[in-house]
């Protein structure tokens, strides 16, 4: 069985337009393997972003389980030729140029209690620290929640016959207070509420050259309101905005000329994957859910004229929807830019948005580690290969303690045993997070925003109330400590232990179990304090 995976995902110059597999992105650039009391850790330094993993068990060519790094120093593609006859042949398209800039490995041998997975997360992370990646520990130590605000939704309405995209209100500015007020009310504080589709026309917004306030929603006075009332609990208000995914029906956008190509001269183009057809298929009925690729010779001036026009908003908090999880090329044959070289574009991105601003990333690659504040859409679960045996939360055991992290929105999660989802967030040492809004979602029912199938805040608040008491005794005591260890005790108990000396154990398993003179109880965790 082999484990291929791109570091940081796959470029979309490059994607399939058939998704067979629903896997996790490879958002850090490093590996490991392991023999006896010995082991190598790999980190890759330069080249990063042209980099693919590659882990195989033993075969005919070896008898040993083995990983190792594959570059892409230069792309191709196919080109499809038919005949009069019906005979077909693909033509590959090799690219001019060939990646001529440094590749840089780094290989740490690890040995004893170091040459395991915990051992390697902690040398990750202080090579991290080292490096001026991550810098102080988290000052505040309440536990955050993480709370999605679905504002204006793209909907199409029929007039006269004629389809209209029109804005939905599904949460004014006012209403997210109200449900900021009622959260506070059952004991949730310290909100980092992301707030979607509040400018440019809603969540598939224009591109954000300029940055005007969905009026339907309140005014500017009323976002910036809002944002003081969440500062008053020791929260936070981020305006979301998409960067990279460009909504197709923008009209401030020149397609043929800022959208990135592929090597052929066509125009990235793709959609929401079909679960029938499972392609990345276009959607004639919701063409705003469709989204071209910004080429990366264009992102530092959109992202240089929405920092000035978010100003007058006067809220420093920027939620990145796709910064932080999408990288792509563009194969334009006359000015071809590179992935690797797409990477340092998006970091001097990041460094001008973060400069006056707290900023929330979505999915959080590494390269985004040294500005995120807060990162959602962490990988708190694998992807279940057959050649996996066991998932463990290396990503929080690197970033846990300098960077507040959740995963998905629990309330869309596709899992009838509720108690799971919590374990998996106290296992991980990650946040609660939920996606809501004022507004019942029958109203986005035929929308492109239509996987948001049960957002209505009131069917949660006894959940979030319950969910929010239980992380908050997990992990209040571990929230700018470090996990230092992380351990698989049999097949259904693991314990997590921090800097500061707290463990907590996790039982998986439909019994009680004992370990180190503690009772865990049957599908629950226990805690014991630091010495």
């Given at each position: ?394 990503y929080g055991m690197v970033i846990h303690g300098y960077i507040n992290y959740a995963g998905d929105e629990l309330n869309l999660a596709q899992s009838i045993e509720r108690e799971e989802l919590l374990l998996d967030l106290i296992e991980n040492g990650a946040c609660l997070r939920y996606v809501l809004s004022y507004e019942n979602s029958d109203k986005i029912k035929y929308s492109g ?83």
């Amino acid at each position: 069985f082999g484990f291929p995976q791109y570091v940081y995902g796959t470029d979309p110059t490059v994607a399939g337009y058939t998704v067979v597999e629903n896997t996790s992105t490879a958002r850090l650039p490093v590996y490991g393997v392991k023999n006896g009391d010995n082991a190598l850790f790999t980190i890759i330094e330069k080249g990063d972003a042209l980099a693919r993993i590659d882990a195989f068990t033993s075969s005919e060519t070896t008898s040993y389980n083995n990983a190792y790094t594959t570059f892409y120093v230069r792309g191709f593609e196919l080109l499809s030729m038919f005949g009069a006859t019906g005979s077909q042949a693909d033509i590959p398209l090799v690219e001019n140029d060939i990646y001529a800039e440094d590749l840089q490995i780094c290989y740490a041998p690890l040995s004893g209690e170091d040459a395991t997975y915990s051992g390697m997360a902690n040398y990750y992370r202080e090579y991290l620290i080292k490096n001026g990646v991550l810098d102080e520990k988290l000052a505040n130590k309440e536990v955050p929640f993480f709370l999605d605000i679905l504002g204006g939704a793209n909907v199409p309405q029929n007039v006269l016959g004629v389809i209209v995209e029109d804005v939905v209100p599904m949460t004014t500015y006012d209403e997210a207070g109200d449900i900021v007020e009622e959260l506070s009310e059952i004991g949730v504080g310290n909100i980092k509420m992301n707030y979607l589709g509040w400018f440019n026309g809603g969540y598939y917004h224009d591109v954000p050259e300029k940055v005007k306030n969905v009026s339907e929603l309140g005014s500017k006075d009323d976002f910036k309101e809002l944002g003081e009332q969440l500062a008053e609990d020791g929260g936070k208000l981020f305006g979301n905005v998409a960067f990279n995914e460009v909504c197709y029906t923008s009209k401030d956008y020149i397609l043929s000329q800022e959208a990135a190509k592929y090597y052929n001269g066509k125009v990235v183009l793709l959609g929401n994957v079909n679960p029938y057809t499972l392609k990345r298929s276009t959607n004639a009925l919701y063409e705003e859910s469709m989204y071209t690729v910004l080429s990366p010779r264009y992102l530092n001036h959109y992202v240089e004229s929405f920092i000035e026009g978010y100003k007058k908003f006067e809220t420093q908090g920027i939620a990145l929807r796709d910064l932080g999880t999408v990288l792509s090329a563009d194969k334009k044959r006359a000015a071809l830019i590179n992935r690797q070289d797409a990477l340092d574009i998006t970091k001097a991105a990041f460094e001008t948005l973060s400069k006056e601003n707290e900023l929330l990333v979505h999915g959080g690659n590494a390269y985004s580690f040294g500005y995120a504040t807060e990162i959602v859409d962490a990988p708190i679960t694998g992807s279940d290969f057959m050649l996996v045996d066991e998932m463990v939360p290396f990503y929080g055991m690197v970033i846990h303690g300098y960077i507040n992290y959740a995963g998905d929105e629990l309330n869309l999660a596709q899992s009838i045993e509720r108690e799971e989802l919590l374990l998996d967030l106290i296992e991980n040492g990650a946040c609660l997070r939920y996606v809501l809004s004022y507004e019942n979602s029958d109203k986005i029912k035929y929308s492109g925003v239509n996987n948001m199938y049960s957002v209505e805040y009131k069917l949660y608040m006894d959940e979030i109330q319950t969910f929010n008491k239980e992380i908050s005794a997990a992990l209040k005591d571990v929230v700018n400590a470090p996990i230092v260890k992380h351990e698989i005790l049999d097949n259904d108990v693991r314990k997590v232990t921090y800097e500061n000396g707290v463990v907590i154990y996790i039982n998986r398993g439909s019994e009680d179990a004992s370990v180190d003179g503690i009772t865990v109880p049957a599908k629950w965790y226990a805690k014991k304090a630091g010495v």
